[in-house]
């Protein structure tokens, strides 16, 4: 069985879709899975050995100008793409207008969330099969069990697998005891304060750990500075693309993030992350996995949502729940 996978984007979004495959391939172990993704995030789905196909979409950029894009050499040999493979199904786990839209471009039957499961009730105009997929579940598993029910096995009882090695991103030379801020995020409301950050540096670096800062935009990148400015011991990196992120937090000995897609990349490859939520809830869409832990603001609808994760309060619950159990393997002190 041939089995293409929709999930375009959000980089979170993506990585959410990955132990559904996971599920899958155990149950039917000769299924293989193609996967249509927004170009920005084409490397994640390659990183699960399940996946043989990557197939990157636009539709980002391909709707600034949409007339032009339909009769463009790049949206045909998409279509020609989507279309080379027989697939005996694809699974829409987006649920959106755009993705239901993808899947009617592909000569196979295509399943996703009914009416009162979907994000977007009209991509079920689309579908051929459709499933009732509770609303109150964590993406992880609202895909997991949107999975199961297509293609006919039990869904699992047992924590969803991303399924990828952290190993590939290591190499074989580790690293000194680090930890890494993910400080960027698109949403002004869920960015922590950069005074908050340099305390907590100033705390983890004296206890002898390195600070690792990347960052995407430019912004990002004074921002890091910023936080970075005068402290010995935390490094802004240079820009790097996916793979380059994914290699910096593979080493990491723990991230403290913000809620940003690069959060649950953190959790994909089993890093132990923190992350600090202020306005957004995780119940639903946090991050997911073994070594995750969530600190929730009791604020989420103050002007000034952090004002109770305290520098000195996200430092003893990494204390606690991360660098303690490991400390007389990684903590030392910085030369």
Request: net charge positive; proline share 5%.
């Amino acid at each position: 069985m041939r089995v293409l996978v929709i999930k375009t984007s959000s980089m979170g979004d993506v990585i959410h879709a990955l132990p559904a495959v996971t599920d899958a391939k155990r149950a039917l172990p000769n299924t293989t899975f193609d996967w249509v993704v927004e170009e920005d995030f084409a490397e994640i789905p390659s990183w699960h050995p399940a996946v043989d196909n990557v197939i990157p979409v636009a539709i980002r950029r391909w709707r600034r100008s949409l007339f032009q894009t339909r009769s463009s050499n790049e949206w045909k040999q998409f279509k020609t793409q989507i279309r080379k493979q027989h697939y005996d199904l694809a699974i829409d786990c987006q649920g959106l207008l755009k993705s239901a839209w993808l899947g009617s471009l592909v000569k196979a039957p295509v399943a996703g969330m009914d009416k009162q499961s979907v994000r977007e009730p009209l991509a079920t105009f689309f579908y051929r099969q459709r499933y009732t997929v509770p609303k109150n579940m964590h993406a992880v598993e609202r895909c997991r069990m949107l999975f199961a029910q297509a293609l006919k096995y039990e869904m699992p009882k047992d924590r969803g697998d991303y399924n990828i090695d952290r190993q590939r991103f290591c190499g074989s030379a580790l690293e000194s005891a680090n930890i890494v801020f993910l400080h960027a995020t698109a949403r002004e409301d869920k960015l922590y304060p950069e005074d908050y950050w340099r305390s907590l540096a100033e705390r983890l670096v004296a206890d002898g750990y390195r600070i690792r800062l990347p960052w995407g935009a430019e912004h990002e990148r004074e921002r890091a500075q910023r936080i970075a400015a005068g402290i010995a011991g935390v490094e802004v990196l240079p820009r790097l693309n996916l793979h380059g992120v994914a290699c910096v937090l593979a080493q990491a000995t723990a991230v403290v993030a913000v809620d940003t897609g690069l959060a649950h990349l953190s959790a994909a490859i089993n890093v132990p992350t923190l992350t600090l939520y202020g306005p957004t809830d995780p119940e639903l869409v946090g991050t997911y996995g073994g070594n995750q832990f969530h600190l929730c603001t009791d604020n989420r609808w103050s002007s000034q949502p952090f004002a109770d994760l305290s520098p000195e309060r996200v430092y003893e619950s990494l204390q606690e729940n991360i660098l303690s159990e490991s400390r007389t393997v990684v903590l030392r002190r910085i030369p």
